[in-house]
């Protein structure tokens, strides 16, 4: 029975009885279970408007932030190595930007971003993958690329001991009557740095490319 019904039948047995019958119990305990529902909807209502909401955590920058205070954002293995895959592939991208220079980067940084920088994201990776939990909270990319002709690009150190661990590069190379080309490799603490592990090689031109950061 809708609920002003049940208050009209109530008011009229009160008036035309004169008070002297009451009113059936099932409409006063409808009434009553009714205003009662009400009252509960609208505290809900009002609790939902006025319960403040739960903020959560920022996510990292990882375009400003050290890697160590992103590191310590994480605690799941697996979380803190896709972070750091992401936080390197980010830096290889703004570093090797910056060692480019204006001239360079204008002609050849779109081709390093679809070309090279997939295999460093491949090499990060791996190399992520075989490093202890603790060593990689205390890792370290350098920021400073070498001018000129110098090849590094960024290194990765263990912060704790102060050891590079990985050491991005990139050479110059101008094989006779083939041009001048741009070769990324790196180099690994596992084999004492020795050798040359080829990520790959972008064509600049005929003519001797502008030395880095010109």
């Not at 409808?30 to 939902?48: F, G, L, P």
């Not at 972070?83 to 940084?109: H, L, M, N, P």
């Not at 690329?145 to 263990?158: C, D, L």
């Not at 094989?175 to 740095?193: T, V």
């Amino acid at each position: 029975m809708p609920v002003w019904l049940r208050k009209t039948l109530v008011v009229l047995i009160t008036v035309f009885t004169l008070g002297t019958v009451s009113p059936p119990p099932h409409l006063l305990a409808d009434s009553d279970k009714s205003t009662s529902t009400e009252s509960a909807e609208n505290y809900i209502e009002t609790k939902n408007i006025t319960s403040p909401q739960i903020e959560k955590d920022p996510e990292p920058d990882f375009h400003t932030m050290p890697w160590k205070e992103i590191a310590a954002t994480y605690e799941d293995t697996e979380d803190l190595q896709d972070a750091f895959v992401t936080y390197t592939v980010i830096q290889a991208t703004e570093q090797t930007r910056q060692k480019f220079g204006e001239r360079i980067e204008s002609k050849r940084g779109e081709e390093f971003r679809s070309v090279i920088l997939p295999k460093i994201e491949e090499t990060i990776t791996y190399l992520s993958s075989e490093l202890d939990e603790e060593i990689m909270r205390n890792l370290m990319i350098s920021d400073r690329p070498t001018k000129g002709k110098g090849e590094k690009i960024f290194h990765i150190k263990n912060a704790s001991t102060g050891l590079d661990i990985f050491r991005l590069h990139v050479r110059r190379e101008n094989p006779p009557g083939k041009g001048h080309w741009f070769s990324f490799h790196y180099h690994d603490a596992r084999d004492h740095f020795a050798s040359h592990h080829e990520l790959g090689s972008i064509y600049w031109d005929r003519n001797t490319p502008p030395n880095w950061m010109s």
